[in-house]
């Protein structure tokens, strides 16, 4: 059973950073590239960062520069350090496999940026 269960959000002034982390099951790790997606309320869920089983990242345009995802495949762990938060990133945060499949959603962990 594919488990993702992240951690780390919670309430931050605009400008502010946080480290999220997600552990993921060893079964998707470490050939599968990973995501960071978020939801904010009201708008559709959508990719944050991308990494290979190589490292290689990609960026959404509203954050790049701001944020950076790495990964520890010893460990089983996807991070996604933010900073210079803005309001904008408020949202729950997701991680999951890049391509899919999509069998399960974890939690998520809640990011909110107060202005």
């Known amino acids: 059973q594919v488990q993702l269960v992240e951690s780390g959000g919670g309430l931050v002034q605009a400008g502010g950073s946080l480290r999220l982390s997600c552990v993921a099951s060893?079964?998707?790790?470490?050939?599968?590239?990973m995501g960071w997606f978020r939801q904010a309320p009201g708008k559709q869920r959508e990719l944050v960062a991308g990494?290979?089983?190589?490292?290689?990242?990609n960026y959404a345009a509203s954050v790049k520069g701001r944020f950076t995802i790495s990964r520890d495949n010893a460990k089983n762990t996807l991070y996604l350090q933010m900073n210079s938060l803005t309001p904008e990133d408020t949202a729950v945060y997701y991680c999951?496999?890049?391509?899919?499949?999509?069998?399960?959603w974890g939690q998520g962990t809640q990011v909110t940026v107060s202005s």
């Open positions: 990494i290979s089983s190589g490292g290689s990242t």
């Open positions: 060893g079964s998707i790790f470490s050939i599968n590239a």
């Open positions: 999951n496999r890049y391509f899919g499949p999509y069998d399960y």
